[in-house]
């Protein structure tokens, strides 16, 4: 079982910044891709941003030039680098992982951090 724990989300004024960690723990053998959701109240969840293990990005139209995602593999860790921020970025932001296992392929979600941006 591969859990993520996020951290780094909270209370920002419009303009400011936050970056998130999301750090993978478990048996595992490979991480194929990591990225970042969101879900505003009313709304569906959406993606924000996603890294391949190759390094590979992409973001959605939303965030791009404000947001930067990057990981660090042996750590097994993705971050989120959120500059810029707007109310309407506020939302839960949830972090995905997918790879393999000792057992297996395996999808796995994070408890989801609150990210408000609001003056």
């Known amino acids: 079982q591969v859990q993520l724990v996020e951290s780094g989300g909270g209370l920002v004024q419009p303009g400011g910044s936050l970056r998130l960690s999301c750090a993978a723990s478990?048996?595992?053998?490979?991480?194929?891709?990591m990225g970042w959701y969101r879900q505003a109240p009313g709304k569906q969840r959406e993606l924000v941003a996603a890294?391949?293990?190759?390094?590979?990005?992409n973001y959605a139209d939303s965030v791009k030039g404000r947001f930067t995602i990057s990981r660090d593999n042996a750590k097994n860790t993705v971050y989120l680098q959120m500059n810029s921020l707007k109310p309407e970025d506020t939302a839960v932001y949830y972090c995905?992982?997918?790879?393999?296992?000792?057992?297996?392929?395996?999808?796995?979600w994070g408890q989801g951090t609150q990210v408000t941006v609001s003056s």
């Open positions: 995905n992982a997918g790879g393999h296992t000792e057992r297996g392929p395996f999808v796995s």
């Open positions: 478990g048996i595992i053998f490979s991480i194929n891709a």
């Open positions: 890294i391949r293990s190759d390094g590979n990005t």
